[in-house]
Antibody, heavy 117, light 107 residues
Framework: QITLKESGPTLLKPTQTLTLTCTFS??????????VGWIRQPPGEALEWLAL???????RYIPSLESRLTITKDTSKNQVVLTMSNMAPEDSATYYC?????????WGQGALVTVSS | DIQMTQSPSSLSASVGDRVTITCRAS??????LNWYQQRPGKAPNLLIF???NLQSGVPSRFSGSGSGTDFTLTISNLQPEDFATYYC?????????FGPGTRVEFK
C-alpha cells in the first residue's frame, strides 16, 4: 500500500521560509521512472504544480517560482522536502505531495499553510 | 511555458447524462495528458493517464481521447459521485501544468 503524508508548519509570517516534508511508504524513490512532486491549491482555486524530483535526482520547478523553491530527497528516510522562501499571504494554500510514474497516481492528504502577520 | 485551458469552466448535468470536457494545450504535448477528479475537501484522484489510459480502479464510464493540443474527457452515464471538479494536466517535460478545472454540478 502506497501512502504519502505532508508535514510542516500551519502558520507562517510574511518573509519566512516554508519547509514541508513528504514522508512516503510503499514505493522507493530509487526505482526508475518514479518521482515525487509538490502541488498547491489556494482555497477555492485550481491546482498549481510547484516542483518535482525524480529517482535520478533530476529536479524540475515551475518557472515563475523557481528562484524561491528547492526540492530535495532522502531515500534512506523515504522523504522529500520542499522549501519555499519569502512566503507571502498569496502563498496560503493546501500543499500536496504526490507520487508520479504515469501521472500523479498517489497523493497525500494535503497540508494547509496560512501566511499572515 | 505550456498553458492549458479547459472548457467549459462549469456545467450542470443530471444523473445518467453523458458529459464531455475539453482541454487544450498551447503547444503540442503528444499524448502527455492526464485527467484528475477532485471532490470537495479531498486530494485529486487520477482518472486517465497518457490521454486515453484508464487508471486502475477507475470506473469504465470514464474515457479520454486526443493528441497534440486537443483532448477530451467523457463521462458516460453520470453517477452521483461524479459531481466534482475535473482537471487536466500536461506532463510534456520539462515542466508540468494543470488546467483551470471544470466543475460538474447537479442540474
Amino acid at each position: 500500500q502506497i501512502t504519502l503524508k505532508e508535514s510542516g508548519p500551519t502558520l507562517l509570517k510574511p518573509t519566512q521560509t516554508l519547509t514541508l516534508t513528504c514522508t512516503f511508504s510503499g514505493f522507493s524513490l530509487t526505482t526508475a521512472g518514479v518521482g515525487v512532486g509538490w502541488i498547491r491549491q489556494p482555497p477555492g482555486e485550481a491546482l498549481e504544480w510547484l516542483a518535482l524530483i525524480y529517482w535520478n535526482d533530476d529536479e524540475r520547478y515551475i518557472p515563475s517560482l523557481e528562484s524561491r523553491l528547492t526540492i530535495t530527497k532522502d531515500t534512506s528516510k523515504n522523504q522529500v522536502v520542499l522549501t519555499m522562501s519569502n512566503m507571502a499571504p498569496e502563498d496560503s494554500a493546501t500543499y500536496y505531495c504526490a507520487r508520479t510514474m504515469r501521472g500523479f497516481d498517489h497523493w497525500g492528504q494535503g497540508a494547509l499553510v496560512t501566511v499572515s502577520s | 511555458d505550456i498553458q492549458m485551458t479547459q472548457s467549459p469552466s462549469s456545467l450542470s448535468a443530471s444523473v445518467g447524462d453523458r458529459v464531455t470536457i475539453t482541454c487544450r494545450a498551447s503547444q503540442s504535448i503528444n499524448i502527455y495528458l492526464n485527467w484528475y477528479q477532485q471532490r470537495p475537501g479531498k486530494a485529486p484522484n487520477l482518472l486517465i493517464f497518457a490521454s486515453s489510459n484508464l487508471q486502475s480502479g477507475v470506473p469504465s464510464r470514464f474515457s479520454g481521447s486526443g493528441s497534440g493540443t486537443d483532448f477530451t474527457l467523457t463521462i458516460s452515464n453520470l453517477q452521483p459521485e461524479d459531481f466534482a471538479t475535473y482537471y487536466c494536466q500536461q506532463s510534456y517535460r520539462p515542466t508540468i501544468t494543470f488546467g483551470p478545472g471544470t466543475r460538474v454540478e447537479f442540474k
